[in-house]
C-alpha cells in the first residue's frame, strides 16, 4: 500500500501517525497519507522562512516566473498520470479529471507569464519628491484548500503565491491530499529552491488549525466552507494577518421567457451536476419566470432524467460524491424534500456494474421550492437542483439576493437592458449573462461577496492579493 509523506524543507518526511486513502467509486483503502500535525506545520514554516531569507527569496520576478512555467509544462508531461490520481482520489469522472490537470497546468503558466509584470506606479506629490509604490510578497503564506478540485485549487491559490515571491505552506484536504504531493514532486523536478513550497497533509482540526494558527504566517487563502472559514479569519485576528476566503455559494441561474431556452437548460444541468455537484459557484438554485416555468423545468426534468451515475472510471456524466459523510448529508436533503411532498421533478439513474460501496448520489431535480426553505437557502453541494417560480425582473432580484451567499449568478434573457440592470444589482462576486462559469477562465476574477468570502483569486487579482504594496517617498528638492 502506497504511505505518502509530506514534503517539507525539500525533504519527504513521514508523520508519526497516518490516514487512510478511501476511493468513493468503490469505498476501500487505496492508501494511507501522512496525519502531519502542529510539529510539521511549524518544520514547513521555518523552511519557508529559511526560503524566503535564502536562495528563493533572491530570485527575480523573471527568475521566479521562468520556474512556474517549468512546472507548468512538467504538469502538461505527467497530465494523464495526475488526471487518474485525481480521478481515483476524488471520485471524479476521468474526462473531468483531464479537464482539471489542463487547468492546473493553465495556473502555473499565466501566472508564470504574470510574475515579472506586476508594476507599482508613480504618483504626483508635491514638488522636489517623487513618490513610488512596489509589491512585496507577504513571506510565507498558508494555503488550505478543499476536496472537490484539488488540483485546480492548488494552481490556483499556490500559482500566484509563488509568483509574487511568497513561500507556501500547503495544506490539501484530508480526504484527497494525493495530487497535491505530486505537483510538490514536480515542483522539485522543476527546480524550486528548497522550501518554496511545502506540503503537510493532516486534518484541518490539526495540521489546518496549525497553520492557519502559527505565528509566522502573513497570509492565509483558504478556500472551504464558511464554517471552517470564520475559524480561520478568527485565527487570522489573533496574528492580525490578512486572509483570503473563498467560501460557499447558493448561486442562482435567472431564467426569463425570452431567453434561448434549450441553451440555458442545457448549460444549467450541467452546472449543477459537473463533479457530482460539488463546486462551490454550482447554479444551485434556478428561478424561472411564471410564464415559462412549467415548460423550462419540464425540460430540465428530461435532462436530469438522462443522466447517469458511475464509478469515476466509468466516466459517466456524474462520479460519486467525496466520502460517506457528504453522501448521508446530500441524501438527507433529498429526502427532506420528500418528506416535505415537495415535487421531485426527476431523478438520474446508476449506471450499470456501478461498484455497490461507493458514495453515488442520482442527481435530483426539485420543484416548486419556497424561496426561504431550507433547500434553497443551504448549500448542498451536492448535484441537487431546486426550482423557482417568479413572477418578473423584480422579484427575481429579490429573491436571488435573498441568500447568506454571494458567490456566482446566471441572467438568462434577450434583453441586455434588463441582464445589466440585474447583473448590476445581483449581490456576488461573479455574473455570467447567457453562459455560466465562462469555461473557468483563470484570467478571471473569482470570489465572494457576503457569506461567500472575502478578497479574489484567479487574475491579476489574486496576484496583487498575495503582496503588499510599499510607499517610498524620496525627496530630492528643486
Ligand atoms: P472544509 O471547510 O471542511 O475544509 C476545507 C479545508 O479546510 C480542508 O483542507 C480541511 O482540512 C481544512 N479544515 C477543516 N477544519 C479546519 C480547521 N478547524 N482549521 C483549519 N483548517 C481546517 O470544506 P470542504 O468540506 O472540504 O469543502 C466544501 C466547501 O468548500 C463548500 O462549502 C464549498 O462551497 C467550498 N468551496 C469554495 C470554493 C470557492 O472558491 N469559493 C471552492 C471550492 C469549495
Redesign the pocket.
Known sequence: MNVHQNFIGGAWTPANATIPVVNPSDGQVMGEIARGGAAEIDRAVQAAERAMDGEWGRLDATARGRLLLKLSELIKRDAETLARMESEDVGKPISLARSDAAVCARYFEYYGGAADKVHGDTIPFQNGFTVMTVYEPHGVVGV??????PMQ?TG?SVAPALAMGNAVVL?????TSLTALALARLAEEAGFPKGALNVVT????E???????HPGIHHIS????????S??QA?AARNTVPVT?????KSPQIVFADADLAEAGSVITKGITQNAG????AGSRVLVEDAVYDRFVADLAQRFNALRVGSASQDLDLGPV?NRK?CERVQSYIDLAKKEGLPILAEGQLGSNVPGEGFYVRPTLIGNVPPDHRLAQE?I?GPVLVAIRVKDEEEALRVANATEYG?AAGIWTSDLGRALRLGRKVKSGQVFINNYGAGGGVELP???VKG??HGR?KGFEALYGFGAVKMIAIKHGG
Open positions: 488550505i484548500v478543499p476536496w472537490n478540485y485549487m490556483r495544506k490539501p484536504a484530508e480526504d493532516g486534518l484541518g482540526e495540521a489546518g488549525a496549525a497553520l492557519a494558527g483558504f478556500t472551504g466552507s464558511r464554517e471552517v472559514g475559524l480561520i485565527a476566503l473563498e467560501l460557499g455559494g460539488q463546486t462551490c459557484s467525496v457528504q448549500e453541494f458567490l473569482f470570489g465572494g461567500s468570502g483569486e
